[in-house]
């Protein structure tokens, strides 16, 4: 259907290439030419000021389900005026030990156009429509919770 592709690119930037002393720091670049400065997380002796892996895969899961929400709300009729999510992802240790993001919680708060909304109930069914949906959450084996704010 279609390719996505990103170029990655790290460079070391000092003598010491120890554990505690190498610098995470990279970039990603997007086809389109948007450049994302990105490191490992601080837990993991990254830079904060710099997208790291963990805030990516939230990022792709919030964006995705909005997106799909935002699509399956203009196929009904409805009308978004804003989009906000406070999405966390859980990072914990698995049977064996080693570490990985069991579970992204989505907290998005829809605003409709006057008029042009819908009620609770109805918009949990969209939520539900857009997380069945959702490429990036298909993809991911990790527990996506979606927790509708008002």
Known sequence: ???HRVTLDWTRSGEDFSYAAYD?????TSEG???????????FKGRAERMNPEEALVGALSSCHMLTLLALCSRDGLVVDRY??????FMERAEDKKLWVARV?????????????????????LHHRA????????????????????
């Open 24 to 28: 995470r720091s990279h970039t990603w």
């Open 33 to 43: 030419g948007v450049v994302v400065p990105a490191s490992a997380a601080p837990a």
């Open 105 to 125: 919680v989505l907290r998005p708060r829809v605003t409709f156009a006057p008029g042009k909304g819908v009620d609770a109930a109805a918009l949990a069914v």
């Open 1 to 3: 259907m279609s390719q």
């Open 84 to 89: 906000q999510d406070d999405a966390v992802a």
């Open 131 to 150: 997380h069945e949906e959702c490429f990036v959450a298909r993809s991911v084996k990790t527990q996506v919770v979606v927790e509708p704010q008002a």
